[in-house]
């Protein structure tokens, strides 16, 4: 089993040309609401690939948080460990231009509310994954308790307690969050420093590079399919979920990476922040089979 713990937001998306400049006015081609959240992100999309999956987040008391639990049922996601706050349920503001590049705005509502005694007795499962939606004290204590594997994805990479990294086994930033922990811009450097804390591997996500795997031994840069992209929106939710899944099933760091990349650049593909469902990428994947 995968065990998620992280954020849930209403995704209220935007389509437009272009991004306004600052004091500018632009009209918006298109609206969406979707479920979204890097937690609920790479829940829902880890349960499509036919995981067994539990979600551990927050939603408030209102008509988006009963919605919420609703549709995490609805695929197939353990829900029993979702806590109700007096609160707001999270949102997100996507605005995502002509090329599917977004920029995101982001109220955590109930999502800051998680607490760590939220997440006592609920941390079993093969695989952790968790993100930095959510208060770094609850993140930390799901990283130190849990007994199997445990992927961080530092996303928004602002992180105020470094210790958390101790307990990571894998970190998955991307370029700019990459940056953003390491302060630096010399990638060799950057990652000898996160794996003095990280246990076992660092994999940078890449976008239509790909991404590149870093360990304590060697670096390997693991390529993707090309597409031509309408929507960037939660690609490396897709990544982070598509990763957990291959590694549960025992597939080495690689080959799970190669399945991630591919799966991630396919949901670009397609509007919305949620993955595919197994059937609709199922030859992707068993070329790797073939492999």
Do not use: C
């Not at 695989?127 to 445990?150: H, M, P, R, S």
């Not at 991307?174 to 922990?181: D, R, S």
């Not at 597409?227 to 597939?251: H, K, Q, S, W």
């Not at 593909?269 to 068993?286: D, Q, S």
């Amino acid at each position: 089993m995968i065990t998620v713990v992280g954020s849930y937001n209403v995704d209220f998306i935007l389509k437009v040309d272009e991004f306004p400049n600052e004091g500018e006015t632009v009209f918006a081609k298109e609206i969406y609401i979707n479920h979204g959240g890097k937690g609920s992100n790479q829940a829902v999309s880890a349960s499509r690939l036919k995981a067994k999956v539990r979600i551990i987040a927050a939603v408030g008391n209102d008509e988006f948080g009963k919605n919420a639990i609703r549709f995490w049922e609805d695929e197939g996601i353990d829900t029993a460990y979702v806590k109700i706050k007096n609160s707001v349920t999270g949102s997100a503001y996507i605005i995502v231009n002509s090329r599917g590049e977004n920029v995101i705005v982001v109220n955590r509502g109930a999502n800051a509310l998680l607490n760590e005694e939220d997440i006592d007795n609920a941390l079993s499962g093969d695989i952790l994954l968790t993100q930095l939606e959510i208060d770094e004290k609850v993140v930390k204590k799901a990283l130190k308790e849990f007994n199997g594997i445990k992927i961080l994805n530092p996303a928004p990479a602002i992180l105020k307690d470094f210790s958390i990294l101790d307990y990571v086994d894998i970190l998955t930033p991307n370029e700019i969050e990459f940056k953003e922990l390491t302060n630096t811009d010399d990638i060799d450097s950057g990652i000898q420093l996160l794996l003095k804390k990280v246990k076992k591997a660092v994999i940078i996500t890449l976008g239509e590079r790909g991404a590149l795997i870093a360990t304590k031994h060697e670096k390997i840069l693991v390529p993707t399919i090309k597409v031509n992209p309408i929507d960037t929106t939660g690609a490396g939710d897709v990544f982070n979920a598509a990763l957990a899944v291959y590694l549960e099933r025992n597939y080495d760091l690689r080959t799970a990476v190669r399945i991630a990349n591919k799966l991630a650049s396919y949901s670009t593909t397609i509007i919305g922040a949620l993955g595919p469902r197994y059937e609709e990428v199922k030859n992707l994947i068993e070329e790797e089979n073939e492999n």
